[in-house]
Protein backbone atom coordinates (compact mmCIF):
# COMPACT_ATOMS: atom_id res chain seq x y z
CA UNK A 1 0.00 0.00 0.00
CA UNK A 2 2.79 2.52 0.97
CA UNK A 3 4.39 2.14 -2.41
CA UNK A 4 1.14 2.64 -4.52
CA UNK A 5 0.50 5.41 -2.12
CA UNK A 6 4.34 6.96 -2.36
CA UNK A 7 3.96 6.66 -6.34
CA UNK A 8 0.75 8.62 -6.13
CA UNK A 9 2.02 11.01 -4.16
CA UNK A 10 4.84 11.51 -6.00
CA UNK A 11 3.35 12.03 -9.03
CA UNK A 12 0.57 14.53 -7.52
CA UNK A 13 3.33 16.61 -5.55
CA UNK A 14 5.38 16.86 -9.52
CA UNK A 15 1.61 18.10 -11.11
CA UNK A 16 1.12 20.58 -8.24
CA UNK A 17 4.80 22.02 -7.50
CA UNK A 18 4.78 23.09 -11.31
CA UNK A 19 1.50 24.64 -11.18
CA UNK A 20 2.73 26.82 -8.15
CA UNK A 21 6.45 27.50 -9.75
CA UNK A 22 4.00 28.86 -12.38
CA UNK A 23 1.80 30.80 -10.54
CA UNK A 24 4.23 32.46 -7.39
CA UNK A 25 7.66 31.17 -9.12
CA UNK A 26 10.91 30.20 -7.02
CA UNK A 27 9.97 30.88 -4.07
CA UNK A 28 7.16 28.43 -3.69
CA UNK A 29 10.24 25.77 -3.00
CA UNK A 30 11.11 27.49 0.57
CA UNK A 31 6.97 27.66 1.03
CA UNK A 32 4.10 25.92 -0.66
CA UNK A 33 5.92 23.37 -2.24
CA UNK A 34 6.85 21.53 1.22
CA UNK A 35 3.59 21.56 3.05
CA UNK A 36 2.07 20.11 -0.15
CA UNK A 37 4.85 17.08 -0.27
CA UNK A 38 4.75 16.46 3.31
CA UNK A 39 0.92 16.59 3.16
CA UNK A 40 0.25 14.77 0.54
CA UNK A 41 2.42 11.78 1.83
CA UNK A 42 1.74 11.97 5.30
CA UNK A 43 -1.55 12.38 5.49
CA UNK A 44 -3.22 9.59 2.53
CA UNK A 45 -0.72 7.15 4.29
CA UNK A 46 -2.25 7.80 7.61
CA UNK A 47 -5.68 7.77 6.45
CA UNK A 48 -4.91 4.64 3.87
CA UNK A 49 -3.22 2.99 6.97
CA UNK A 50 0.35 2.31 5.13
CA UNK A 51 4.00 2.66 6.26
CA UNK A 52 4.02 6.25 6.75
CA UNK A 53 8.14 6.19 6.73
CA UNK A 54 8.28 4.16 3.82
CA UNK A 55 5.85 6.37 2.04
CA UNK A 56 8.84 9.04 2.77
CA UNK A 57 11.59 6.82 1.69
CA UNK A 58 9.87 5.72 -1.84
CA UNK A 59 9.12 8.91 -2.60
CA UNK A 60 12.36 10.35 -1.91
CA UNK A 61 13.76 7.47 -3.80
CA UNK A 62 11.29 8.54 -7.00
CA UNK A 63 11.95 12.75 -5.92
CA UNK A 64 16.06 11.36 -6.35
CA UNK A 65 15.34 9.74 -9.92
CA UNK A 66 13.77 13.08 -11.16
CA UNK A 67 16.40 15.25 -9.59
CA UNK A 68 19.57 12.84 -10.84
CA UNK A 69 18.12 13.34 -14.46
CA UNK A 70 17.22 16.84 -14.13
CA UNK A 71 20.46 18.50 -12.24
CA UNK A 72 23.54 18.73 -14.80
CA UNK A 73 25.87 19.73 -12.41
CA UNK A 74 24.89 17.51 -9.10
CA UNK A 75 22.75 15.10 -9.90
CA UNK A 76 24.51 12.44 -7.92
CA UNK A 77 24.21 14.57 -5.12
CA UNK A 78 20.75 16.16 -5.66
CA UNK A 79 19.49 12.32 -5.43
CA UNK A 80 21.22 11.33 -2.31
CA UNK A 81 19.67 14.56 -0.51
CA UNK A 82 16.24 13.44 -1.85
CA UNK A 83 16.35 9.93 -0.30
CA UNK A 84 17.75 11.16 3.13
CA UNK A 85 15.70 14.44 3.08
CA UNK A 86 13.00 12.90 2.54
CA UNK A 87 13.57 10.05 4.85
CA UNK A 88 14.38 12.32 7.40
CA UNK A 89 11.33 14.36 7.45
CA UNK A 90 9.30 10.76 7.47
CA UNK A 91 11.46 9.60 10.54
CA UNK A 92 10.44 13.34 12.35
CA UNK A 93 6.67 12.31 11.32
CA UNK A 94 6.70 8.93 12.77
CA UNK A 95 8.59 10.07 15.72
CA UNK A 96 5.91 12.88 16.21
CA UNK A 97 3.18 10.96 15.66
CA UNK A 98 4.03 7.82 18.05
CA UNK A 99 5.09 10.40 21.23
CA UNK A 100 1.77 12.40 20.83
CA UNK A 101 -0.83 10.10 18.52
CA UNK A 102 -1.67 13.83 16.89
CA UNK A 103 -1.46 13.83 12.92
CA UNK A 104 -1.95 17.01 12.55
CA UNK A 105 1.14 17.68 15.24
CA UNK A 106 3.41 15.02 13.56
CA UNK A 107 2.31 16.50 9.88
CA UNK A 108 3.51 20.30 10.91
CA UNK A 109 7.36 18.95 12.30
CA UNK A 110 7.84 17.11 8.94
CA UNK A 111 6.76 20.51 7.40
CA UNK A 112 8.76 22.52 9.23
CA UNK A 113 11.67 20.23 9.23
CA UNK A 114 11.35 20.37 5.14
CA UNK A 115 10.89 24.08 5.22
CA UNK A 116 14.13 24.55 7.06
CA UNK A 117 15.61 21.79 5.08
CA UNK A 118 14.82 23.47 1.49
CA UNK A 119 15.85 27.03 3.32
CA UNK A 120 19.52 25.75 4.12
CA UNK A 121 20.03 23.77 0.45
CA UNK A 122 19.48 26.68 -1.16
CA UNK A 123 21.63 28.97 0.69
CA UNK A 124 24.36 26.00 0.49
CA UNK A 125 24.12 25.61 -2.98
CA UNK A 126 24.18 29.80 -3.77
CA UNK A 127 27.31 30.27 -1.19
CA UNK A 128 25.15 32.14 1.00
CA UNK A 129 26.01 29.48 4.12
CA UNK A 130 28.93 32.06 5.11
CA UNK A 131 26.68 35.30 5.73
CA UNK A 132 25.88 36.13 9.38
Known sequence: M???VACLM???????NRAILRFVGLKAVITYSPVVEESAKTLL???LGADILF???V???IEAGYDWRMSKNHGEMAAVLS???HGLFGLVTVGILSLTGKVLLALSAGI???LVWNVAAIRFSTGERDRS
Do not use: N, R
Open 2 to 4: ALI
Open 10 to 16: AALSFVL
Open 45 to 47: AFY
Open 55 to 57: THI
Open 59 to 61: FGI
Open 83 to 85: IVG
Open 112 to 114: LLH
